[in-house]
Structure formats: structure tokens, C-alpha cells
């Protein structure tokens, strides 16, 4: 049982005290945004040139957001902490971008894809938002193919199509396994035509270290310049923020190592509530963990699941003999291998949404089935793709009784074509051949469905700041679909939020320059660099990255892919104690001025070590399983999640009041209009 | 294994740099080529000095980040691979390797081995875009079919990471395949046609206005491009120039 | 056209190496068959080679293309020595350590000093030859009535160490002359069509290996003329 009294929980009946107004507008589902568009302030263009917009991050919301931003007029001030704006982690990303476009005609619709994503989230996002999300979803396609995104094409000339997890259309719009690098690039060129006309002012190899709010409006930041060290106040009349997940708390994720939650974490510290920050989508299709050194993970694009099948030895003492080596997956016959996620989920089979697949890996190698050293690792197979696809090819050919060999051939060649990238990346990695042997995967934290709460407009807590993509909690519920995260961050930057923040900046026209020597930009500017010199100064003998290991172990034991009260309990205890041996015993080298990562990253690491209790403790509070959120002490006789809907059909914003588990809810009511709640069954 | 390291450092953009040696033990062959620079830097800062500053975000291969010159090679030994993504399987016990920033005028120097690559973010900005506004109001994005060798073609040239190999490994520190390969990918599309002579005149501008060598198709770069950018970029972009040049944009 | 001039751009000097490069391997045909008739023995050859030796000096189309081969020359080796310097610049600080040999050939790495050679080797072989027919006192052949100037009884003597005590040296000097000119042309010749834009999936592979043969054959052509004289005289 957990232990509410000592965290200061407010018990079941105390749940919503204060209802957030997500001020979704009236009407139809599916003619909110075109009536709100049409009912939303303007502002005229010779207003906008008057009015300034900070922009912090540059991934796929960011940058899309900056570009259109500066476009329509407003003057743009775009922050990122890596060499280029080019570099976001948004480029990471592999699989593809969902759009309703039903280019192959498999009755594909706005609907359904709004559908699916609700259904997808478990039912914990909001309808209106995952609704326009949808409905966007297929100007993204129009735009993108417009900037030159190389998207893949059949020989006809037109657009290629791949299925993904959870759904059963083919609505994933790809560019090999690198359609995150493409549509990013996309967005940077085109925030790069804005930068060359002067309408974007880029700050490169910056980091946000606050929020400045005057008269309770975000009215600018405090960003570091990392290279020269110095603290710039930076005014405007709004503040963006697209600085992405923070699956870093894990240290292990397959985030970059510069991904953090700092951002998002100082707007929560200033007023921005936190909203199921507990919702973490943990990955099925990642290369397993190889050693302590390990620093990243590197996922394999789900769309591998597509055309691979996953197993595990059937029999405990086949996967004990893999274990140690003295038997090959190849060698074990047919009939002694369990493809357990076709055997548990025959509509769906390897297709099953990602929590789906990673519980199900956990489950297998909990129970001793785990194919590599650490135990933690399942097959994912293409032997029988390669048969399928090379009897095609064979067919097409027109050869006559080819042998199995040539068969193989053709068919390997054909997944070469598709996923060669992948295979060859694996390949690097682990030195393993994939054309040879399976692939062993396991699940991987990969994103944060979490993230500062925003109403309909996108805007948080705190007037005047935004959050977009991966750093708001918006669409995805408690799950996200594969192939959504893309869209949702171009959706939110090019489609949504450029027409959103008119309406709160039509009041802003006549106020002039916002100044940045104000009493509230001095005190955040003393407070970021008594912070840092705080790090600098502490004579401590342990590296950052000591405590940030320790922190993500403290994290996937307890928050991870199952988690149940007692654990999150401890954890929390475990996490205030870690942060506070952080403060005494962290050694930062160097020195304030100048270039200097590990102090950058002390930074960081000290905020990560605040946003793990709250996760924990949002974990805690939600005494349901839903999505990635997986409490064992809610689940069915089958070992599946099992939502509590009458209780916790809520969104959960946490309000910051000075130690993370002091925080306190806020709860914004779901209400499904248009979707009937049934359990998820991909049976 | 055990190895000894020799690394660059240079303390800023002005200031000489000298190569230190740090001996290196229990290094494994699964470990990537960063991490065994993490467990360096881990040593060192546990020792009281200061660690090596290096570019490194993504460790798949990706975002281009990552930027070391290895043994006398961009992103070190092997083919096909960023720095983030070389193995220390590629290396013995006891080697010895010499770890430096990419050298180019063009690449000041920032510290250690971190380098300013600012000048490929000008070069984009020169003219590596279609102008097209971002309203969503745009043609059906099956309105214009594209041959699929255009298309893959047009894709093959816009995987470019923009690390910066291409300019540390040339002997001229020449910018062409990284130019040439955004100016091909917009060459190929129909998205691309408008603007194509002016794009190709105004990037290659900038591109000597950084600083820039130039191409004396020696053809390192494609070799040592992790992404394997081909050379009949920088052919299609010299015929594009030259008829820029001669009909004017 | 671009802001800078077309002359100024890096792909412009691009064009000029390869246009001026490629002009002159034509020129090194020409040049390679009339010197062939130096294998020719006797009064037979003397006469041929002489003749076309009048003809190549006073032809007005001749003298035109001679005129665009030293100018060739010139801006072949202005734009080097530019390029050369530019790209100097571009790397202030060579690396301690590097491996050109993994990821390109030889040639194309040291176009500067193999031009370098080939440039001493034409100083000294224009010198001997081409000074001497337009600007001093030269032997004559009668043929017809006509007064020739005696070209081919100097190539002979030249690399005949009976009368040219030098002529092991000269000799060596060509043939160096001709192996720098080959490795140049191992790189330059594929690499002046790659500057011009003329590359493609299908003819490039030609185009290379015409370039390969053409590198081999034409120098060797040229080296075999004093290496013959040297020896069937000696």
C-alpha cells in the first residue's frame, strides 16, 4: 500500500479540489478548430513586427514553430544548446510520420486516426486535441513533399506507405529509417530561409536556465552562452517552449545525451503545472544493454516489426543454453520457440502498441526465457521474412523451382532494400549479422507522453508560455502510437501554435519592447548564476554522471516498465536522498567561464534529480494501469493493464511547491463525447 | 585493453593548441569510441583535472554531432560510420591512437576537439531551401508524381548529417560534397526547380566566402563520409553553376 | 551571375584547370604523333620530321593553337599556384597525424608537385628545342630547293652520348619528365571532366579508364623516343 499520509497525497475523495479549464471551444468534434480558427484573434502584420517571440529548442515543433512564426511577422528569437539547429533529437527519429491521407485506400480517415490515437493513449488524452491533431495530420504530408522532404515513393511516382504498432492501416509516410532526419531538415531549412531574411535571431549552443515572468506573464528567459559561459537576459512578449522529453532521467534512453528536462522543469518551477509526467513510453525494439560503461540506446525502428517476427525459447533450459552460449537461436527447431506476441495477441501479433510489446519482452525474460548474458533480451526474427519476400521474388522473376538458398538470397535482398540501414546499424553495434542470426531487442525508454500541461491553445499555467511537441503532455494519453511524435511536433509548430498564440498576443500590440533589465529578469539572472556557481564551487569527488547512473537505475527499477506503490515509495525516498549527496559530494571541474560541459550538464542532471520524484510520485497517486503506466497492482487475471476509468479518467497537473514531492494536483476531467472508454484488447 | 591516447587541446580559437598523452586501461570492444572518451573523462575528473571537451549528442550515427579526427582519419577507421558509432573492436590492445578536432579555417577551433561549424548553417541559409510558406495550403502531396530514382536519388543526397567530415578529411578542407549534396537533393525534386540556379550561385558563394578550400577531386570525402555522399553530387552542382553562370539566375 | 564574378568562384578556377587541362592533352596527341616520326631512320625521316617541324612553326592555324597552348600553360599554372595557395590557407594547422593513403590515390593528392615537375621538365625541354628552332643558329637540310631547319639531326645528337656527353642525363630527365606528366595525368585527366560536370552513372567508368590508358600510353609514347635514340646511337 503506499503510503499517502507521509507523502502528503491527497487521498481519493480530495482528487479534484480545482478543475483546469483546458478551454476546449464548443461544437462538433469535427469542426472545433476550423470554428475556433475562425473565431480567434488576429494579429495584423505591421502589429507583428512590434511583437517578439522566444522560441526554445529547434527540434521538429521548434523549428517548424520559428519558421512559421517569423513568417507570418513576428520577430524570433530561436535558442538551442547544440552547434546547429540541425541537431535536435527530433533527427533521431526513424520509422515515420502518420497522416489520414488514405493514399492506399484502406478506408484510412480523419476518424480513424484520431481513433486509434485516443485508442492507442489508453484513453487519457483529450479528444479536441487528438482531433486536430488528425485533422492537420495531412497538411503536414502536403507540406513537407512542398519543402522537398524525399519521402519514399513506389514506381508510380507517388507516395509510399508502411503500417505500424496498433493500428491496422497503412498510414506511416517514410524516408527509409530516417524520416525524423528528413522532416527535420525540412523545418530547418525552412527556419533557416527566416534566419537569412533576419526575421529569426539564432541563438546556437545556448541553454535556457529560466523563466522570467513579470506581472505574471512569461516575459523572456535566461540562457546561458555555453561557449563563452556568460548569463544573457533575453525579453519578449511570449515564450515557446519545444525542448522535448526528458526520458534522461533514465539515464539509459535512447534520448541524446544533451536531451533534458531542464526547460520544462524551471517553467514548472515558476508556475507551469507538470502533467502526467509519470507517462513514459518505454520501447520494445531497442539494442539491449552491453555493459556498466554503456552511455545510450540505440533503438531499432519499429517499423522492424512490421516484417520480424519476436520469440523467445519455448523451453527454460534452450534459453540457459543461449545464455551461455553453447546453442544457437537458429538451431532451436520451430516448435521449441514461443512467438509469444502472436501467441498472447493473435489480431495484432508483432503489431501490438508499443507498451503492449514491452511488457509482454518483460514478462518472458522475468521468467527466464532472456536470450543474451544479463538475461534481458528477446529475438526479433527475419528468417521467415526472408522466405516470404524471396518466393515473391522469385515469382516476379519468373523463376522455376528456385532452391531455399536462392530464395533466401532474393529475400534478403529485398529487407536490404527496405531496412538495410537498420541491419547494418545493429550490425556496428553488436557485431552480430543480422542476415545470419536474429536480432536481440529489448524495451528501451524512448519517450516522455508527459510534460507541462497546455490547454487547447497550447499555452501552459503561466500565461504567455507555450509548450510544444515532446515537451507538452498533449496528445499521445498514457501510450503513444508509432509514427505520431513526428506529427505531433510538426502539427503543434507549423498547424497549431502559430495561429493559437495570436489570440493571446493581440493584447500585446501596444506594449512596446518588453525591457530586459527589469527587477524580475535582475533577480532570475542573480539566481542562475548563484545556481551555477553553487556547482562550481562544491568540492565534491564524484563526476555528474555518477549520480545521473544512479538516478536512472532508481528510475527503471521502480518507475519502469511495471511499478507498484511500495517500490515508488522507495524510490521517492531514494531520489530526495540522491539529490541531496548531489549538492554535497558532485565535483564540477573547470570553471564559470568558458566552455564547459560537465558544468552544463550538473545543471541538467540537478533538475532530473527533482523531476524523478515527481514522476515517482504522480506514479504513485495513479492507482491504475494505463498505457505505459503499468501498476502490478492493477492488472487482470491475464496480466494485462487494467484502467480504472470511473476514478482516474484525468489528466494530473502537478503545481511545484518547493520540494518535488510536496507538489500538489491539479486534475483536468477527460470527458469522452465522441469515443465510448472499452479496455484495450488487441486479442 | 589498455591503450595510449594522445588528444588534442586547445584552450580557445586563438590559442595554441599541443597534443596530451593519457594512458587508457580496461577498455572493452563492445564500448563505443565516446564512451571510451566518457570513461577518460570519468578518470580525469576523479583525478581533479579537467576533462576533454568534445561535440557528441545523438551516439546513433544521426545528428552529426560527433566529430573526431582518429589515427589520420575523419570519424576514425572503418566505413559507413560516425565517430559515435566506431567500436573499440576496431582497435588492439596497446595502440596507440591520436585523437584531433577537424583543422579548417572554416572550423575555428571552440576547445579541445569541439569545432564551430557555423559556417554550414550560413551555407543553408544562403539559399539551401524551397520558399515556400509554411501555411499547409499547398498542393496534395500526390499531386506532382516523382520517379522513384529521382526521389531516392533526391533522398540519397539529403542524408547528409552536415558533420563535417567531408571538410577535416579533404587535403584543401573543401566544403563541396556537403554543399553539393543540398543542392542536388532540391536539384532532383520539381519542388526544387524555381530557384535552382540562384540556390546553386548563392550557396556556393557563401561557401567560398567562409573560407572554404577548394575540390581537387581527390574523392576522400566521399570515401570518409559516414553517410556515403556520392561524388556525382559536386559533378551535378559544377554543371549547375556553370549554367547558372552562363544564363545568369 | 554571382555576386563575387564567375572568375573569382572556386568552381569557376575549377572550370579553367579542366578546360586548360584537357586542351592540353589534346595538344600532347598532336604534339606525341609528330615526334613519332622521330623513329623514322635516315634522310626519310629527317626530311618528314623536318618539314612538319617548318610547318608546326609557321602555319597560321598552328600558330593560333600554339598560341592558345602556352596560354593553356600559363593560366593551367596561375590557377594552380592560386588554388594551391587558397587551399593552404583553408587548413593553417596540418593534422599531427594523417592517413591520406586510406581514402585517395597518390596522384591526386600531389597534383601540385607532380605539375611542379612537369613545369621544370618543360622549361628545360623548351630550351633545348623550341629556343633553339626560333631564336639561334641551327643546321639546315636542302630538301626541294627549300632550306629546312635541321630539328632532327638535334634531336639526335641531343640523346646521342657519342656526341652529347650529357645525354644519359637529358636522357633521365625526359623520362622523370614523362613519369610526373603520367601520374598527373592519372589524376587530372577524369578529374578535368568531373570539374566540368561531365559524370554519369553509365559513361564515368569510361571516362576513367580512357583516362588511365591515356596516362599510361601517351607518357610512355613520349619517353620511348629518347630512351630509343639513346640507345640505337649509343
Known sequence: MTDSKILNIPQQGDLGVDLLQSRVPDGPLADKWTNHKNNIRLVNPANKRLIDVIVVGTGLAGSSAAASLAEMGYNVHAFCFQDSPRRAHSIAAQGGINAAKNYQNDGDSVYRLFYDTVKGGDYRSREANVHRLAEVSRSIIDQCVAQGVPFAREYGGLLDNRSFGGVQVSRTFYAKGQTGQQLLLGAYSALSRQISKGKVKMYNRHEMMEIVVVDGKARGIIAKNLVTGEVERHSAHAVVLASGGYGNVFFLSTNAMGSNVSAAWKAHKKGAYMANPCFTQIHPTCIPVSGHYQSKLTLMSESLRNDGRIWVPAKSEDAEAVRKGTLKPVDIAEEDRDYYLERRYPAFGNLVPRDVASRAAKERCDEGYGVNETGEAVYLDYASAFERYGKTEANVLGLENPSDEKIRELGKAVVKAKYGNLFDMYRQITDDNPYETPMKIYPAVHYTMGGLWVDYNLMTTVPGLYAAGEANFSDHGANRLGASALMQGLADGYFVLPYTIGDYLADDIRTGPIPNDSPEFMKAEAEVKDVLERLINNKGSLPVDDFHRRLGRIMWENCGMARNGQDLSKAIEEISALRKEFYENVRVPGTLDGYNPELDKAARVADLLELGELMCKDALVREESCGGHFREEHQTEEGEALRRDEEFTFVSAWEYKGEPKDAVLHREELEYENIELKQRSYK | ?249 | ?234
Open chain 3, 1 to 234: 551571375m554571382s555576386s563575387s564574378g564567375i572568375l573569382k568562384s572556386s568552381i569557376a578556377k575549377k572550370y579553367v584547370m579542366a578546360l586548360t587541362g584537357l586542351f592540353l592533352c589534346l595538344f600532347l596527341v598532336g604534339h606525341l604523333l609528330g615526334n613519332l616520326q622521330l623513329f623514322i631512320p635516315g634522310e626519310e625521316g629527317q626530311t618528314a620530321f623536318n618539314q612538319y617541324a617548318l610547318f608546326m612553326t609557321t602555319f597560321p592555324a598552328v600558330k593560333v593553337l600554339s598560341y592558345l597552348t602556352y596560354g593553356s600553360v600559363l593560366f593551367h599554372l596561375v590557377d594552380g599556384i592560386v588554388l594551391t595557395v587558397q587551399n593552404r590557407r583553408a587548413r593553417p594547422v596540418s593534422y599531427a597525424v594523417e592517413k591520406g593513403s586510406s581514402n585517395s590515390g597518390w596522384s591526386s593528392r600531389n597534383m601540385a608537385l607532380l605539375g611542379t615537375i612537369v613545369l621544370v621538365f618543360i622549361v628545360t625541354h623548351m630550351q633545348n628545342f623550341w629556343w633553339k628552332m626560333h631564336f639561334s643558329e641551327m643546321p639546315t637540310q636542302t630538301v626541294d630547293g627549300v632550306v629546312l631547319k635541321d630539328l632532327y639531326t638535334v634531336v639526335l645528337n641531343y640523346f646521342n652520348p657519342l656526341v652529347n656527353s650529357f645525354a644519359f642525363a637529358a636522357v633521365l630527365l625526359y623520362v622523370s619528365g614523362m613519369v610526373a606528366l603520367g601520374f598527373h595525368l592519372w589524376h587530372g585527366f577524369a578529374s578535368g571532366f568531373q570539374s566540368l560536370g561531365i559524370r554519369h552513372a553509365k559513361y564515368t567508368i569510361w571516362i576513367e579508364m580512357v583516362g588511365k590508358g591515356f596516362a599510361v600510353l601517351v607518357p610512355l609514347a613520349f619517353a620511348a623516343i629518347p630512351l630509343y635514340l639513346f640507345i640505337t646511337q649509343g
Open chain 2, 1 to 249: 585493453m589498455d591503450l595510449t591516447l594522445k588528444v588534442w587541446r586547445q584552450d580557445g580559437p586563438t590559442e595554441k593548441g599541443r597534443l596530451d598523452t593519457h594512458q587508457l586501461s580496461g577498455v572493452t570492444g563492445d564500448m563505443s569510441f565516446l564512451e571510451m572518451m566518457d570513461v577518460l573523462n570519468d578518470n580525469i575528473i576523479r583525478e581533479g583535472g579537467d576533462p576533454v571537451v568534445f561535440d557528441h549528442d545523438c551516439r546513433e550515427g544521426i545528428c552529426g554531432m560527433c566529430s573526431m579526427f582518429i589515427n589520420g582519419q575523419a570519424h576514425g577507421p572503418g566505413r559507413g560510420v560516425t565517430t559515435c558509432q566506431l567500436h573499440m573492436r576496431s582497435f588492439k590492445d596497446g595502440d596507440t591512437i591520436t585523437i584531433e578536432p577537424w583543422r579548417a579555417t572554416a572550423f575555428p577551433v571552440v576547445k579541445d576537439l569541439t569545432v564551430d561549424r557555423g559556417a554550414f548553417d550560413r551555407v543553408i541559409q544562403a539559399g539551401g531551401y524551397v520558399s515556400v510558406n509554411t501555411s499547409g495550403e499547398t498542393l496534395d502531396a500526390n499531386t506532382i508524381p516523382i520517379a522513384k530514382a529521382d526521389a531516392d536519388e533526391a533522398f540519397n543526397a539529403a542524408t547528409c548529417i552536415g558533420c563535417g567530415a567531408c571538410v577535416a578529411t579533404c587535403k584543401n578542407a573543401s566544403a563541396m560534397l556537403f554543399v553539393s549534396a543540398k543542392v542536388s537533393q532540391f536539384a532532383l525534386l520539381p519542388q526544387g526547380q524555381p530557384e535552382r540556379k540562384r540556390r546553386v550561385t548563392r550557396m556556393v558563394d557563401q561557401m567560398d566566402k567562409e573560407g572554404f578550400g577548394n575540390c581537387t577531386n581527390t574523392g576522400a570525402c566521399s570515401v570518409e563520409c559516414p553517410k556515403g555522399i556520392d561524388l556525382t553530387n559536386i559533378a551535378r552542382m559544377n554543371r549547375d553553376y556553370l549554367n547558372a553562370s552562363i544564363k545568369g539566375e
